[in-house]
């Protein structure tokens, strides 16, 4: 009876077209035709418009819609409404470089089908000749889906829209057609006042380019280490950072482009460290690169105690392509076009969900972490992680591993540098990987930092007060890859940023130019919406509220990771005697059996590492291991559902959780205030945190607010329920129990 | 040796085809040092044996020592750190069986399976020779009682709670707060002594215009005499929900003016709508089915003005045999690689939404449409409760309120007879009886679903959730025995036992919800897609230590509480100071604090 996917233009309901009548059209339009423009940003350029556009509303079933302009400029696809402004409703966290309800940054663009005839067919880039589809259908990549009719408008008019959008939206470009770089061209008014507020943000957020950045986190960590700045030319290796710290041991750095080399990335306060390297395979005939890798092998393991354990990532996790596939099948469970779709594919949920593999893939991911995590922790061991190029599930995994093993990686600020250490500064490919310039070729897209953040988000959500940034905070940096303004990632590697921003800059005597971080929050959000990143349920660490922070020198929190009485520190075998030969042995091993040399299978051995850590008792400021069994492992909610009005649970959700807790924190505070006032005396030992930080939402309209909160803000949303439709299609119960009787006694002979 | 021997032999034995019969429960007991049976009042230990081994499907065979007493089984771990203790109430047993025949070392072995979603399995060595009985024997004896002419450990336990939570319903005071009677709904006797309808309560709302002679016929025509009584009334639209059990149309469609007038009355007493739709909670082809048997459905011949839904909830049968697939596929282990689809196939939550969605349909027409609605299934005991109780909950926030729910179950499911002895088989051996259901079960998920979905609307916390359903199956309150008011008055329920609310009422903090904000007029619409549907984690999977929730938010809300209440002290006790020291002087800075923590207490 319902059709589905791409032909779904046939549906039992009057064709949608058909709800607004050309007479209406020109009602709607009498009132004085003012051209209306959008607010262009600095450097934002319009490249063509047309009017009258239909926007079909998201939120509603019955395919209504508002008529209005729709433009396309140099960075976003944006609908200006006909209708008179709405009143602006103090939106509590708004985007300030665009709006979630009618702009579209193009590099947000995921897909862009066209209905032909009632048929829907996606739209490559070669396909834009002459027709123009009456519907044009846009899938962003943060899951907001926009249909537009395009028959009310004239034709050239809608030919050119059409042609205009589809070109910037899909058409291969080069890297200085992204907005970035006529964004940043045009100096924004206070310059001096945002400089000197980015710059004190910079401070805190360690961004990995300096020599000491790298000195302080070793420091920091105890690293015992060799800084290498070697590279500050890339001299070694366009694909290695700029400055990066690497075993003592290693004496050449010049042989094979730095390839093998082991970049150091944590180290436990053990000693031990955790290392990653770009491992390319090699062929028997190489012996000489073979030889090399063994080198490299052993001056990692010459770190602490002459242990070493390698894994090879590229055998033991999905490759790139294979996270792309299956995070391909599992969004477009939410990129939903109406309402009856959402009510066919509710029914197959679970297996669906399951058949995407995504879930899985977030599993193998926490589980090899986890691996990782115990050889540091538990077995006091190096452990080298490598992979072809290093820098696309070698970032995922020692990221995670850090944020398990050291709760400075748990804060906001401490998140945001690893984040620099691992991926920005550590070369993560994220132009190819994110497939901003829409190359054709398919190979090397991958959505692997989206995969790094949802295991985070897992994390948090079983672990939330040991965060202290929200999910909020990664739902909008997941956003943020798409908005075409930030440096953080519109590059493949520190070399290509290098080489990209020293061009570009049109003076040349100021120095390179930069365009904003990702971290100067202040570009997306003010001051009030960032308060939307914080975790009210953070449990902040007791011995340091009093202590004055130093946001740029935090302090390696690391003794706490563990109580000392769980496990025994290991004993300086192995140090003195035999090591030549024990060392021998073990890089055999290593070759043979990949990982712990133990027959034991990984999961089974984590499994008994978890459970020893489960019966300590909760320590938020320690290790953090995540529950990896089938149920513990979910969908990232807010990221997925925010945009679907079917599941908006209108006065529910985590909000109403959210807002009541900080009102309890808020009233702690006063209490606190209030002691403060009365005990001078002490006065001096109070906490002075920020006081705005819970007093976010006027409480009262909480109640009103829907479970997509703080996105898909919708004040005027009636109040109604959401009543699904067929709900009978699929459950079949096929043995005779349905057609029993309740009754007991027609019943009895029932065994 | 002997030991690990026999457990050897065991799972050699048994390793075939007891699929289910595996067990464990992990409880770390609250005082390992002690690890001593805490006795309830009039609890006695019948039998004890040392040297028991249970086969634990999460941490392998434990070594310890059993107990059976008259209310629970009790095992604890002597070889294992840290002491842990296993602690069952005999009623939680669904069924007990022996497994395989004794070994040559003399060895039993017997398995337990358990209605809270757990198996256990023990082995230990049988007495030769003994004239005493064995310890199975022993278990068997007190885990039925019902089915060996005793009596349930609730009629024998005599603790003394400072609340007595028989009071906590009284049908009259709760009709009164919904401003019953009125002018359009009267009190009616005429089931004053049960005689019309046993499974009914004694006090009926009725409409005004019909009379008891009226009545009377109706209810030789729906099922069980359940005829159609008001259950909620809305306080403004005066719209009604109403429930009922399926009209005996059969096949000739039988009609029965009284019973056409009776819906016709209910529709004129609400003067906002010229409507009233008719909820049928059962799939059409079953309703359609049941004419055959004499039931059916209202047809629109007869009742002109109303509307006729089926909800699509099957019945008990396919329930029950719903929540046994899930428990295979949660218990002991979870296969991880096909979590999501096993657990689809259970269709557990597609029944879950298929009841949230009925009673959101209700709620939506009630409040909405200030429409009049007629609720029934089959016989208007299991689904017709799920359904309004729901409703009810979404409509009218005094049912979240952890008295308002104890209200609404001693409303809807007690005293309008949902079949609690049926359905959950207390002290009954027959544990292949086709009349249990977890119909209940069922329900207490739907809240729970809801609470999920709302977190600060309900003043009540998971735990009084679990704990209601613990108690369910336990037999220490006499809340859940028997299947109706009729029969509860009969055994003197009310004055032999003593009432799950007034343990639960005794000790509230326990059971609130530090988040709840009590909005007065606030209709809760929940999501019903199974997008936003869960599976009960903290519930279903509570015995697997590797689910072990972390600690919960509701402790860090108990922190924040305790921390509030603390400060809050400490300023009182520095303005007395303050006030004793410098009384005139300073008594306007004295004032400005008092100020500000007002609003704190408001909702202490």
């Known amino acids: 009876m319902l059709s589905l996917g791409s032909g779904g233009a046939k549906s039992t309901k009057p064709s949608f077209v058909s709800y607004v009548t050309p007479e209406e059209i020109k009602a709607e339009k009498d009132p004085p035709k003012k051209e209306k423009h959008p607010d262009l940003l600095p450097g934002e350029v319009e490249f063509c418009s047309a009017n009258p556009i239909l926007k079909y509303s998201q939120d509603d079933l019955s395919q209504h819609g508002v008529f209005g302009t729709l433009f396309c400029t140099n960075f976003r696809v944006t609908f200006i409404s006909d209708e008179t402004p709405q009143e602006k409703t103090a939106k509590t966290f708004k985007n300030k470089l665009y709006g979630e309800k009618n702009d579209i940054p193009l590099m947000c663009v995921d897909h862009i089908y066209g209905v032909y005839d009632e048929k829907r067919k996606l739209i490559t880039g070669g396909l834009v000749k002459n027709k123009y589809p009456s519907k044009m259908i846009i899938h962003c990549k943060d899951l907001r889906v926009f249909q537009f009719c395009l028959t009310f408008t004239k034709e050239e008019d809608a030919k050119k829209i059409f042609q205009g959008i589809a070109h910037h939206c899909l058409e291969e470009k080069s890297l200085k057609c992204v907005f970035a770089f006529s964004y940043m061209g045009t100096p924004s008014p206070g310059t001096d006042l945002s400089f000197c507020r980015e710059m004190l943000r910079k401070q805190e957020t360690i961004m990995f380019d300096s020599p000491e950045d790298w000195t302080q986190e070793m420091k920091r960590t105890k690293a015992n280490c060799r800084l290498v700045i070697e590279n500050k030319n890339f001299e070694l290796s366009q694909r290695l950072p700029k400055y990066f710290v690497i075993p003592l041991a290693i004496g050449d750095l010049f042989s094979y482009q730095g390839k093998g080399l082991p970049i150091w990335c944590w180290s436990h306060y053990s000693g031990c460290a955790l290392f990653k390297a770009s491992f390319p395979p090699v062929t028997q005939e190489d012996g000489d690169f073979q030889k090399h890798l063994e080198t490299m092998i052993n001056a990692v393991a010459h770190n602490y105690l002459y242990s070493v354990k390698t894994e090879d990532l590229s055998e033991s996790l999905p490759n790139i392509q294979d996270i792309q596939q299956s995070y391909n099948k599992f969004k477009q469970f939410f990129l939903i076009e109406n309402s009856t779709d959402f009510w066919l594919s509710d029914v197959k949920w679970f297996s669906s969900l399951e058949s995407s593999g995504w879930l899985d893939i977030i599993r193998q991911c926490l589980q090899k972490a986890v691996e990782v995590v115990e050889c540091l922790e538990k077995d006091n061991t190096n452990v080298l992680i490598t992979e072809e190029e290093g820098t696309d599930l070698c970032c995922v995994i020692s990221s995670l591993a850090q944020i398990m093993l050291d709760p400075y990686y748990r804060t906001l600020m401490g998140f945001q540098s690893l984040v620099q250490k691992e991926w920005v500064a550590g070369c993560h490919a994220f132009l190819d990987r994110c497939n901003h310039l829409h190359q054709k070729d398919k190979e090397c897209h991958s959505p692997v930092f989206l995969l790094f953040l949802e295991c985070v988000w897992q994390l948090v959500q079983q672990h939330s007060p040991a965060f202290q940034f929200s999910e909020t905070y990664l739902t909008v940096l997941s956003d943020s890859v798409h908005v075409p303004i930030f440096s953080t990632f519109l590059f493949n590697s520190a070399h290509h940023r290098e080489g990209v921003m020293k061009a570009e800059s049109p003076l040349a005597q100021s120095g390179p130019l930069s365009c904003p971080t990702v971290w100067d929050w202040s570009v997306q959000f003010d001051s009030k919406a960032q308060n939307f990143f914080y975790n009210p349920l953070y449990s902040e660490k007791v011995k340091h509220e009093k202590a004055v922070r130093k946001p740029h020198k935090p302090k390696h929190q690391r003794q706490l990771s563990l109580p000392s009485t769980a496990f025994k520190t290991p004993l300086k075998k192995g140090f003195f005697k035999d090591e030549t030969d024990s060392l021998k042995k073990m890089l055999q091993v290593k070759r043979l059996s990949r990982w712990m040399g133990s027959p034991d299978s990984p999961a089974a051995t984590t499994r008994e590492f978890y459970e020893s850590w489960q019966h300590r008792p909760v320590d938020y400021h320690g290790l953090l291991l995540p529950c990896l069994d089938g149920p513990a492992v979910r969908v990232w909610m807010q990221r997925y559902l925010r945009w679907i009005p079917e599941v908006y649970i209108l006065g529910g959700g985590s909000v109403a959780m959210t807002t009541k807790l900080m009102e309890l924190l808020s009233q702690v505070q006063d209490l606190k205030r209030v002691l403060e006032q009365r005990d001078t005396s002490q006065a001096a030992k109070i906490d002075h945190r920020p006081y705005i930080q819970h007093r976010l939402l006027s409480f009262g309209s909480s109640g009103r607010l829907s479970s997509s909160f703080p996105f898909a803000y919708t004040r005027n949303r009636s109040f109604k329920p959401i009543i699904p439709t067929g709900l009978m299609q699929r459950l079949m119960v096929t043995d005779s129990l349905a057609s029993q009787e309740d009754e007991a006694s027609s019943v009895a002979s029932f065994v | ?604």
Not at chain 2, 93 to 106: P, Q
Not at chain 2, 463 to 481: A, E, K, Q, V
Not at chain 2, 514 to 527: A, G, I, K
């Open chain 2, 1 to 604: 040796m002997e030991e690990s021997g026999s457990v050897d032999s065991v799972e050699s034995l048994f390793s075939v085809p007891l699929h289910c019969i595996m067990f464990f429960c992990v409880q770390v007991y609250k005082d390992p040092s002690k690890g001593e049976l805490p006795l309830l009042p009039e609890e006695l230990v019948q039998d004890s044996a040392k040297d028991v081994t249970y086969i634990c499907p999460f941490i392998g065979p434990v070594r310890g020592s059993l107990t059976v007493t008259n209310y629970r089984l009790f095992f604890r771990c002597t070889d294992r750190e840290p002491v842990f203790g296993l602690d069952l109430p005999l009623g939680a047993l669904s069924r007990a069986e022996k497994i395989g025949a004794a070994t040559s070392r003399g060895d039993v072995s017997y398995g337990l399976v358990c209605k809270d979603m757990r198996n256990l399995r023990f082995v230990h060595k049988e007495l030769e020779d003994s004239l005493k009985k064995s310890a199975f024997e022993v278990l068997m004896k007190f885990a039925f009682p019902v089915s060996n002419n005793m009596s349930l450990f609730a009629f024998e336990y005599k603790q003394v709670f400072p609340e007595n939570g028989w009071k906590v319903y009284d049908p009259l005071a709760e009709y009164k707060r919904q401003g019953l009677p009125n002018e359009s709904w009267r009190i009616s006797k005429v089931n004053d002594h049960y005689e019309l309808c046993d499974s009914y309560p004694a006090a009926l709302f009725v409409p005004v215009t019909i009379t008891d002679e009226e009545l009377r016929r109706v209810f030789s025509f729906r099922a069980k005499g359940r005829i159609p009584v008001l259950s909620w009334i809305h306080p403004e639209s005066q719209a009604a929900v109403v429930r009922a059990s399926q009209p005996m149309v059969g096949q000739n469609g039988r009609r029965c003016k009284e019973d056409e007038k009776l819906l016709q009355a209910i529709m004129d007493a609400n003067a906002q709508s010229h409507k009233l739709f008719i909820f049928d909670a059962r799939p059409s082809v079953n309703a359609a089915a049941n004419k055959m048997k004499g039931g059916g459905y209202e047809s629109e011949d007869a009742y002109q003005n109303a509307e006729l839904v089926f909800l699509d909830i099957h019945n008990i049968h396919v329930m029950r045999e719903s929540l046994r697939k899930l428990k295979e596929v949660v218990y002991p282990n979870i296969e991880e690689s096909h979590w999501l689809s096993n657990l689809e196939s259970t269709h557990w939550l597609e029944h879950i939404k298929l009841i949230l969605a009925g009673a959101l349909r209700i709620a939506d027409k009630v409040e909405s449409g200030k429409t009049s609605v007629v609720v029934h299934c089959s016989d208007g005991w299991d689904r017709t409760p799920q359904l309004t109780s729901l409703a009810l909950i979404m409509l009218d926030s005094h049912y979240r309120t952890i008295r308002g729910f104890q209200i609404l179950l001693e409303k809807e499911w007690l005293s309008f007879g949902h079949r609690f002895q049926q359905r959950v088989g207390h002290g009954d051996r027959n544990h292949t009886d086709a009349d249990r259901s977890p119909i209940f079960l069922q329900f207490i998920d739907c809240v729970w679903q809801m609470t999920r979905q709302f977190p600060a609307a309900f003043e009540f916390n998971e735990y009084f959730l679990i704990t209601i359903l613990d108690h369910l199956y336990s037999c220490l309150f006499g809340t859940f025995l028997c299947n109706s008011e009729q029969q509860r008055l009969k055994e003197e329920v009310p004055k032999r036992t003593v009432s799950l609310w007034s343990f639960v009422n005794s000790q509230l903090e326990e059971f609130v919800n530090p988040l709840y904000v009590h909005y007065p007029s606030h209709v809760l619409f929940p999501t019903v897609g199974i997008r936003h549907l869960q599976l009960w984690v903290t519930y279903y999977i509570r015995w697997n230590p590797r689910m072990r929730p972390q600690e919960p938010v509701h402790q860090r809300y108990k922190e924040l509480l305790a921390k509030r209440a603390e400060l809050q002290k400490r300023v009182e006790e520095l303005q007395r100071e303050a006030a004793n020291r410098t009384a005139s002087s300073s008594s306007e800075r004295a004032g400005s604090p008092t100020r500000s923590i007002t609003p704190v207490q408001t909702f202490v």
